[in-house]
């Protein structure tokens, strides 16, 4: 990922281990977020042609323009992760956290005396966890033995004892946003997006030795590990809703790509300078572009009870790109083959009896990732070249419902969101090292090997979100 240490890709089959960080670290980047009040989340995020809601923006910013009356509201979230990884065997892990995901606040001025009845500003702040932590456990498949002097007694077995990639950190996105209402008919919206990420990496592998000498468990860092890495990105965002009928609501929106530059990292490697390596602590930066996207949706009201909303989106993933280009060329490269435009559906729907409201929702995201050969290994001993529909990131489903009671003019809100994807979790074919007292060692096998290793990962979010608002 960086300037001295961007990896070679070898597109026959080969994924050196750098680009594959770069890869998974491509959703921390994205300009979607996956969180908002607890209203928005219990409908799915499906609130493109509803508007009214200050989250609703993160779909169509002219759904501030909606909202009749000014609203201030925070959600409290508390986000768990499971993950069960199969790599020979299963070996599950999981986490809990606790933040505030979404502060927000929407202020409507009326003018009645013209067309242009009405015209809000809308401030809103989420965050949302990239914390998760796979592991997986000792395989007696992935070793190979090595005789010591030709001396059939003396010898020496390397073999796989365990393997653990954590990430630590999060991703904000604060949007100024802008409405004008025409008539109660036409809704028109403009957003500034300031995004703001934080990605700490470890990834770490352990090695048993056996000899007759006897047997000893090393732990090896991936080459670049531990790596941190903060940046800043801007984006914008505008769109449209047309009231067709009192029941029928049209929108579309864009969002641009996040232009981040300056992003700053810091990790440990061992790299070559001149003719000699080098064990040290590094600092560089990079650019990258994150990816754009298009939302067409659909809404219908049913009096004041009832609440229906779809949304389409087009994510535009060909504008993800890692800058300066020259030292990102394998990574771009293998971006421009295999990263393709997905599509997203939400649906969302809301029920009002008296002052309390029932909300439910589903969201897919498809993977944006083509299929892609590897020469691998799944964890059996063999090696060969196999075919992967889920390499990085898989299909994401989600699952919503929400519940909430208007006390006249301060409401609360509450929702749960379930989320599970399945995903081939790719690693090896990279340098691990252990440091120790002014020396490196490298892992001996097998992970230095000149192939992939692929583990087969089901992960499940679980988040749990609590809105207190004020309408006035």
Not at 455 to 471: C, P, S, Y
């Amino acid at each position: 990922m960086k300037n001295i240490f961007a990896g070679l890709l070898i597109l026959t089959g080969l994924a050196n281990a750098q680009t594959v960080q770069d890869l998974n670290s491509i959703p921390a980047y994205s300009n979607e977020i996956n969180a908002g009040s607890a209203r928005y989340i219990g409908m799915g995020g499906s609130m493109g042609a509803l508007g009214g809601d200050i989250s609703s923006v993160e779909q169509n910013p002219a759904g501030l323009a909606v909202a009749i009356a000014s609203d201030v509201n925070v959600t409290l979230g508390f986000n768990s992760y499971k993950n069960e990884s199969t790599f020979g065997n299963t070996v599950k892990t999981d986490d809990n956290s606790l933040m505030f995901q979404n502060i927000g606040g929407t202020f409507v001025f009326n003018n009645p005396s013209s067309g242009w009845n009405r015209f809000a500003i809308g401030i809103k702040y989420s965050q949302e966890s990239l914390d998760n932590w796979m592991r997986l456990g000792r395989n007696e498949n992935i070793q190979a033995t090595y005789l010591t002097n030709e001396d059939p007694e003396e010898y020496t077995t390397y073999l796989m004892n365990g393997y653990q990639d954590e990430v630590i950190g999060y991703k904000t996105k604060m949007s100024l946003d802008f409405g004008a209402s025409y008539n109660d008919r036409l809704y028109l919206g403009l957003g500034v997006n300031f995004h703001d990420v934080r990605y700490d990496n470890y990834v770490v592998f352990d090695e048993e030795t056996t000899g007759s000498a006897g047997t000893t468990t090393y732990r090896y860092d991936l080459n670049g590990t531990p790596y941190s890495a903060a940046g800043t990105g801007i984006s914008v965002s505008a769109g449209v809703i047309g009231k067709l009928t009192d029941q029928l609501r049209l929108g579309l929106a864009y969002h641009s790509p996040v232009w981040y530059r300056n992003i700053e990292e810091n990790y440990y490697a061992d790299l070559l300078f001149g003719e000699n390596y080098h064990y040290d602590f590094y600092y560089s930066e990079y650019h990258r572009n994150a990816n754009s996207r298009l939302v067409a949706s659909a809404g219908v009201v049913v009096g004041k009870s009832l609440a229906l909303n779809a949304d389409y989106t087009l994510h535009m993933n060909g504008s993800t790109k890692m800058m300066p280009s020259g030292s990102f060329a394998s990574t771009n490269s293998f971006l421009d083959d295999h990263l393709k435009s997905s599509s997203e559906f939400r649906l969302g729907g809301e029920f009002r009896a008296d002052n309390f409201r029932f909300r439910a929702g589903y969201n897919y995201v498809q993977s944006p990732f083509d299929e892609i050969t590897l020469l691998a290994d799944t964890g059996s001993g063999n090696v060969a070249n196999l075919n992967f529909d889920k390499a990085f990131r898989g299909d994401i489903n989600r699952f919503s419902l929400g519940a909430g009671y208007d006390f006249g003019g301060f409401y609360l809100d509450a929702a749960y969101q379930l989320q599970n994807q399945k995903f081939d979790y790719v690693f090896g074919n990279g340098e691990y090292i252990d440091y120790d007292n002014g020396d490196v060692y490298l892992a001996t096998l097998p992970l230095n090997a000149d192939h992939n290793y692929v583990a087969e990962v089901k992960n499940n979010i679980g988040m749990f979100l609590l809105t207190a608002g004020w309408q006035f």
